[in-house]
């Protein structure tokens, strides 16, 4: 997969070319933000802003055509600097906005409240995120959902009975030479669930460059990480 964040600010032939090199390069699933910035298709009430969930629902369209999976990210907290959702209410209104908008398209899962774990504005609590699952399923029962998490505690990755995820997604530790402990991990974590209650394991944000100052990965790390991804048994990789 590949990050697309600022979708809505795209239009045109810069889209199309955008849309082209996405599939020349073999990605089959994009993540787009749908609380980013200005450019998000929800407002931080919940409802629809426009023209970016017009835009959405376009792009949407053309992913479908194409067999390419839309992850749609949504995120707690008005300070952030990616937007999201101030209040539990907002953010019910949000994926209730959003799962009317999308009903019709198959090809799209949401990550309902991005990085949820981390005790800061960002944080969803376990029955928050239950409640936002079932408002998701009560209009699109079969709709796929995910909450994610981070930050390599005892959080990231576990499975919460009280969420009702149909899949995780863990936003692994970003540093020099972490893309050799990736198999580790996600055998770690596979392997804590217990077999009544596996599902599957999305590596939905491994890494990226200019987040650290201290290191940038290179083509070779990136390279690393997916395959190790891949051998380790994780169902997708970003």
Not at 77 to 103: D, E, I, K
Not at 175 to 201: E, F
Request: overall charge negative; aromatic content about 10%; some cysteine.
């Amino acid at each position: 997969g590949v990050s697309y964040f600022a979708f809505g600010s795209i239009e045109g032939d810069a889209l199309a070319r955008d849309l082209g090199n996405i599939s020349d390069f073999s990605f089959n699933w994009v993540r787009l933000w749908v609380t980013w910035e200005e450019y998000g298709a929800l407002s931080s009430d919940g409802t629809a802003k426009e023209p970016y969930m017009s835009r959405l629902v376009s792009l949407l369209a053309e992913l479908d055509a194409v067999g390419i999976v839309a992850d749609l990210t949504m995120a707690r907290g008005s300070a952030a600097a990616s937007g999201g959702f101030p209040t539990q209410a907002a953010h019910l209104t949000g994926v209730r906005t959003l799962a009317t908008a999308t009903r019709r398209f198959r090809n799209v899962y949401f990550d309902l409240a991005n990085e949820h774990n981390i005790k800061d504005d960002r944080y969803v609590s376990p029955a928050e995120v239950g409640a936002l699952v079932h408002a998701v399923k009560a209009i699109d029962p079969s709709r796929l959902v995910t909450a994610s998490t981070s930050g390599g505690g005892p959080t990231m990755g576990r499975i919460n009975p009280a969420e009702s995820l149909d899949f995780l997604a863990a936003h692994l530790p970003r540093h020099k030479d972490c893309a050799y402990a990736t198999a580790d991990l996600v055998q770690n974590l596979t392997a804590g669930m217990a077999p009544h209650s596996r599902i599957p394991l999305h590596l939905q944000e491994p890494f990226r460059r200019d987040y650290s100052p201290s290191w940038n990965p290179g083509a070779a790390d990136f390279i690393t990480d997916l395959r190790a991804a891949k051998s380790s048994g994780a169902a997708g990789w970003c």
